[in-house]
């Protein structure tokens, strides 16, 4: 079946840290992979998207490359901001199909303190 | 704004009781997903329709149903209430469920069963 797993939080940072928040998935046939974002209080927001192997997503700093070989989508930022502070969620979306679904990871809260 | 509009954005109700929550997606939209976001269980696939039809279930309980309007809004009816229900309920859309087409969120329904 399909499934995402990411590192488990809370990370805690300081501002203009260095960003790796993990994903792993893992998939039959090729799924598109995304980064949702969620600040306190507010629904889930796409970040960014890759939908073939070797594709880098980027957006707002952030950036994540589709790695086939290791079935992998991990999320960087070079410099984070406090105002990155929020819940971020590694997805993957079945081919249309095996249902066209959204399948999140768990989540991983990520606190950057000034 | 993600063009998702969700109502009611609160509820509490009492355990036993039956609540609809509605769900009207961004406009072209004609898919629609429903999740549930709770502390222990993460971000749970409930159900998405297409169109007017069921695509694709998932985790979603016997007293739980949703059905997806000629006008492409769409409801979740949750019945005979339990504690555990509590939880962020969203809704999103998408054009359709193919596999790079994005999805958008709402804001959720924060359901409070006491």
């Known amino acids: ?114 | 704004d993600s063009g998702v509009t969700q109502t009611p954005k609160h509820l509490i109700t009492a355990t036993g009781q039956r609540v609809t929550l509605r769900c009207s997606p961004r406009s072209g939209d004609l898919s629609v997903y429903w999740y549930q976001q709770s502390l222990d269980q993460g971000l749970q696939f409930l159900i998405q329709y297409y169109n007017g039809e069921e695509r694709a279930k998932g985790n979603i309980l016997e007293r739980f149903s949703a059905q997806q309007f000629p006008d492409l809004h769409s409801e979740l009816n949750l019945s005979s209430l339990e504690l555990g229900d509590s939880a962020l309920y969203f809704c999103a859309s998408s054009v359709a469920p193919g596999v790079n087409t994005e999805a958008f969120f709402g804001q959720g329904t924060r359901l409070t069963v006491v």
């Open chain 1, 1 to 114: 079946g399909n499934s995402v797993t990411q590192m488990e939080g809370p990370v805690t940072l300081s501002e203009e840290a260095f960003l790796t928040i993990n994903c792993t998935y893992t998939a039959t046939g090729y799924p598109s992979l995304f980064w949702y974002v969620q600040y306190p209080g507010e629904g889930l927001q796409l970040l960014l998207k890759a939908t073939k192997a070797d594709d880098k997503g980027s957006n707002k700093g952030f950036e994540a490359t589709y790695r086939k070989e290791t079935t992998s989508f991990h999320l960087e930022k070079g410099s984070v901001q406090v105002s990155d502070s929020a819940v971020y969620f590694c997805a993957l979306r079945a081919p249309s199909n095996q249902g066209g679904k959204l399948i999140f990871g768990q989540g991983t809260e990520l606190s950057v303190k000034p």
